[in-house]
C-alpha cells in the first residue's frame, strides 16, 4: 500500500540556521507533491507545490526539491525564525482532474530564539 | 475574502448518536474536500466533491459516514450511530477546479469528541 514517511520527531533548531524536512514515499508514482504548514487548533496552509519533472522550486526562504527516483522530497526553511516554528505537512498527489492528496503525519518543528 | 469556514467548531456526542458537520468553502472553488485528521496524523481523505456531485467517495470509511453538497456550495458531512473511533478533526478544504494541481484551502475544522 501507499506510504509517505516524515520524521516522526521533532526538528529542533537554533534560529538563524537552515530547517530541513525530509518526506520519503513508496508504492505511488505521485504527478506533484505539496507542502502545507500547519499551526495547532489549525487548518493546514498551503506553502509549494512541485511537479514530478521538476528539481527544485523556491519561494522567498524555502526550497523544495524532489527526486522521483529516489522518491524523496526535501522541504528546507533558510534563515529559520521562531515564527517558522509548527508542523509541516507534505502531501503527494496525481494528475487526472482532482487533487486528491495523500498526506504524511507531518514533521514538527522548532525554532528556538 | 472570507476563507473556508466550519461549523460547529467543537462537537461532543455520545455514542451512537447522529452528527452533522457544515462546510462553508470560498466563494467560486468548485471543488469541495473532506479529511479526517487524527492526533499526531495527517489530514486523511474522506470525499471529493465537484460541483453538487461526489465525485470520489473512496475514503468514506463505511455506510455510517455520508456527504451532501446539494446547491454546489455548503457541504454537510454526516455521521450516522457515531462510535468512539470517530473522534476526530474533520477538515473541509476547497479549490477551483483544474487540471488537480491547485492548492488546496482548508478550514480551521470541527473537533468531534464521542463519549
Known amino acids: 500500500s501507499q506510504k509517505i514517511e516524515q520524521n516522526s520527531e521533532a526538528l529542533n533548531i537554533q534560529e538563524g540556521k537552515t530547517a530541513t524536512l525530509t518526506c520519503n514515499y513508496t508504492n505511488y508514482s505521485p504527478a506533484y507533491l505539496q507542502w502545507y504548514r500547519q499551526d495547532p487548533g489549525r487548518g493546514p496552509v498551503f506553502l509549494l507545490l512541485?511537479?514530478?519533472?521538476?528539481k527544485e522550486k523556491r519561494k522567498e526562504r524555502l526550497k523544495v526539491t524532489f527526486d522521483t527516483t529516489l522518491k524523496q522530497s526535501l522541504f528546507h526553511i533558510t534563515a529559520s525564525q521562531p515564527a517558522d516554528s509548527a508542523t509541516y505537512l507534505c502531501a503527494l498527489g496525481r494528475s487526472g482532474g482532482y487533487n486528491k492528496l495523500i498526506f504524511g503525519a507531518g514533521t514538527r518543528l522548532a525554532v528556538h530564539p | 475574502g472570507a476563507g473556508v469556514s466550519q461549523t460547529p467548531s467543537n462537537k461532543v456526542t455520545e455514542k451512537g448518536k447522529y452528527v452533522e458537520l457544515r462546510c462553508d468553502p470560498i466563494s467560486g472553488h468548485t471543488a469541495l474536500y473532506w479529511y479526517r485528521q487524527s492526533l499526531g496524523q495527517g489530514p486523511e481523505f474522506l470525499i471529493y466533491f465537484q460541483g453538487t456531485g461526489a465525485a470520489d467517495d473512496s475514503g468514506l470509511p463505511n455506510d455510517r459516514f455520508f456527504a451532501v453538497r446539494p446547491e454546489g456550495s455548503v457541504s454537510t458531512l454526516k455521521i450516522q450511530r457515531t462510535e468512539r473511533g470517530d473522534s476526530a478533526v474533520y477538515l473541509c478544504?476547497?479549490?477551483?477546479?483544474?487540471?488537480?494541481?491547485?492548492?488546496?484551502?482548508f478550514g480551521p475544522g470541527t473537533r468531534l469528541t464521542v463519549l
Open positions: 478544504a476547497s479549490s477551483f477546479p483544474g487540471d488537480g494541481y491547485n492548492e488546496q484551502f
Open positions: 512541485i511537479r514530478e519533472n521538476e
